[in-house]
């Protein structure tokens, strides 16, 4: 069975930086797509970054220049770098991983496998 557990969050200060660690275990990493998503109370899912097997990554505007979706394949680990950091980041983030593509569609994902999530804060 997939698994994907999320770490990392926190409670910064606008400004401040963190990183997000996902690591997949129960099967063999391959490069299916991978994203990070996170969902404020009261809000929709937001997708923010997306990973694709093929290499490519795509952000949310409103993360552009600020955050960094990365692998490490070899420790199957997925990784959201946040720096410069918003009160109006807060939210939980999720990982995600579609079942079968390397290429990256929010529906495909949201049928893939999911973290628990992780909290980050930003206070003012």
């Known amino acids: 069975e997939v698994q994907l557990a999320e770490s990392g969050g926190g409670s910064v200060q606008a400004g401040g930086s963190l990183r997000l660690s996902c690591v997949v275990s129960g099967y063999i990493y391959s490069r299916r797509c991978m994203a990070w998503f996170r969902q404020a109370p009261g809000q929709e899912r937001e997708g923010v970054a997306f990973?694709?097997?093929?290499?490519?990554?795509t952000y949310a505007n409103s993360v552009k220049d600020r955050f960094t979706i990365s692998r490490d394949y070899f420790k199957s680990t997925l990784y959201l770098q946040m720096n410069r950091l918003k009160p109006e980041d807060t939210a939980m983030y999720y990982c995600?991983?579609?079942?079968?593509?390397?290429?990256?569609?929010?529906?495909?994902?949201?049928?893939?496998?999911w973290g628990q999530g992780t909290q980050v804060t930003v206070s003012s």
């Open positions: 995600a991983q579609d079942r079968s593509s390397p290429y990256c569609d929010p529906t495909s994902l949201g049928r893939g496998y």
């Open positions: 990973s694709g097997g093929d290499g490519t990554t």
